[in-house]
Every structure is written in structure tokens, then in C-alpha cells.
């Protein structure tokens, strides 16, 4: 089963650090862009970062200068770095990822992580 698995959220306070790690695993054949997206309550999904497999990133701009998008490709994994968290980017945090696998093969499959709560509060 292809999947993706997220996981490092939780409570921080105010100017605080979580690093979040995105895990597909199953038969995948490639995998393209890489992303997270947050969406908070009562507000649509929108897009933090993205990074494409050659590495090339680009940052929502109310996240730029504090969030960091990475990714290891031999381990088909993508991190987030949130540093100077504000309580704006308390959300639900959700991976997200363009791959074709074995049962989508030549198309492509877009996966979606289950998502983890980061709440930035004192």
C-alpha cells in the first residue's frame, strides 16, 4: 500500500522550533514535487513549501526567512524546519506528494499524508 506518514507535531510556544518528517512508502516508482500544506480552522488548505526532486524550493510567503523545506530522496522523505513559530501557523500540517507508482504506472498518483496538529500557543 503507498503511503505517505507524517509525523513531529505537537504544542511549541511562541518562537519556538518543530521539524516535521513525511515518510511514502509502498512501490513507488518516482517521485516529483514535494510539499506541505497547512490548513487552520475555518480557513482554506494552503500551500507552505514545495520542493522538486532536483531541489528546488518555494516558500508561501508568510513562512519565508523562518521555515526551511528539505528533502532525502533515498529515503523518499521530506522535512519542514519551522523555526520562530507565531501562533498564525497553528494548523493542521499536511504532506503531500506527486509520485507515479506501480499501480499508477506510466500515470501519477497524487498522495496526501494524514495530516499532524502543530498549535503554537503559550
Known amino acids: 500500500q503507498v503511503q505517505l506518514v507524517e509525523s513531529g507535531g505537537g504544542l511549541v510556544q511562541p518562537g519556538g522550533s518543530l521539524r516535521l518528517s513525511c515518510a511514502a512508502s509502498g512501490s513507488i516508482f518516482s517521485i516529483r514535487n514535494m510539499g506541505w500544506y497547512r490548513q487552520a480552522p475555518g480557513k482554506e488548505r494552503e500551500l507552505v513549501a514545495l520542493?522538486?526532486?532536483?531541489?528546488?524550493?518555494n516558500y508561501a510567503d508568510s513562512v519565508k526567512g523562518r521555515f526551511t523545506i528539505s528533502r532525502d530522496n533515498t529515503k523518499n522523505t521530506v522535512y519542514l524546519q519551522m523555526n520562530s513559530l507565531e501562533p498564525e501557523d497553528t494548523a493542521v500540517y499536511y504532506c503531500?506528494?506527486?509520485?507515479?507508482?506501480?499501480?499508477?504506472?506510466?500515470?501519477?498518483?497524487?498522495?496526501w499524508g494524514q495530516g499532524t496538529l502543530v498549535t503554537v500557543s503559550s
Open positions: 520542493i522538486n526532486s532536483s531541489g528546488s524550493k
Open positions: 503531500n506528494a506527486d509520485t507515479t507508482t506501480r499501480s499508477s504506472w506510466p500515470g501519477r498518483l497524487e498522495l
